[in-house]
């Protein structure tokens, strides 16, 4: 279905007001601009993108009425440590000097990609499959799987080439953290296998309970106020030009 740009925007601003109102949920809100962008769940190249709202995986238990508990939505994912924020800026700025400037980035990663998806979905069909297409006939190396949610959020927040952000399961689907089709992820190099993904504390070991809270926490006071900065960054005007470099969050042209 082809959309006419004056149509998309005259919805954008629909699907805003509705939920300024609190008529569509966050949740669906973030779907309906998914759709308006050209996002789909049938492209793994261009697939439904939602955020990371949580910041602890760790706790045995968690208050989300705590703003210390959730994400700065302000931020791209590169961004919310400060020594990795200067990391990117630094790579922005040489890279400015070394090429052409309107070329120049802060990731050369991306924060969606069908490599992301696949990681995330592996546990599933017909995304274990993909994947190992994706890897040339075989899965992946099993330390290089999605083991654990709080592993992916650290390595989201040290390692220079990951930038990701969440896909839409993370809120509905608990079957994907579990390993249903009795999946064999081989050994890690600590000798473990790790066939479901290791879950925070705060969820009791329950995929369920896992998708319960984290729903809860998508739609939670804190994030209904601060969603609309993420949607900048990611949808809106910080995309491009001088407010994404201010916002550190130029991506490589190829991506």
């Known amino acids: 279905l082809v959309v006419s740009r004056r149509k998309r925007l005259a919805l954008a601003e629909l699907y805003s007001s509705q939920w300024r109102k609190g008529d569509l949920s966050n949740f669906n809100y973030l779907m309906k601009l998914n759709t308006l962008a050209g996002r789909t769940f049938n492209d793994l190249s261009q697939y439904p993108v939602v955020p990371w709202v949580l910041s602890d995986y760790e706790s045995e238990e968690i208050d989300l009425s705590d703003p210390k ?30 090429d052409d400037p309107s070329r120049a980035f802060h990731y050369g990663s991306h924060y969606s990609t069908a490599g992301i998806v696949l990681y995330f979905l592996i546990r599933i069909e017909p995304f274990t499959f993909l994947h190992s297409v994706l890897q040339g006939g075989k899965l992946d190396h099993a330390d290089r799987l999605f083991n654990s949610v709080a592993a992916t959020w650290q390595m989201c927040n040290t390692h220079t080439a990951d930038v990701k952000e969440l896909i839409p399961e993370f809120f509905c689907l608990p079957e994907m953290f579990e390993n249903l089709n009795s999946i064999d992820f081989g050994t890690c190099q600590d000798g473990q296998t790790k066939s479901e993904v290791a879950l925070p504390p705060w969820a009791k070991g329950s995929p369920n309970e896992f998708c ?20 900048d960054l990611v949808f809106g005007y910080k995309q491009r030009g001088k407010a994404a470099v201010e916002a550190v969050n130029v991506f490589h042209y190829l991506s």
């Not at 994400?71 to 070394?98: H, I, N, T």
């Not at 319960?212 to 969603?227: C, G, M, P, Q």
């Open 212 to 231: 319960r809270i984290h729903k809860r926490a998508l739609e939670s006071d804190y994030v209904s106020a601060n969603l609309h900065s993420w949607v």
């Open 69 to 98: 508990v959730f994400r700065d939505l302000s931020k791209p994912v590169g961004a919310l440590d400060d020594k990795r924020r200067a990391v990117f800026s630094e790579r922005y700025e040489l890279s400015v000097q070394a």
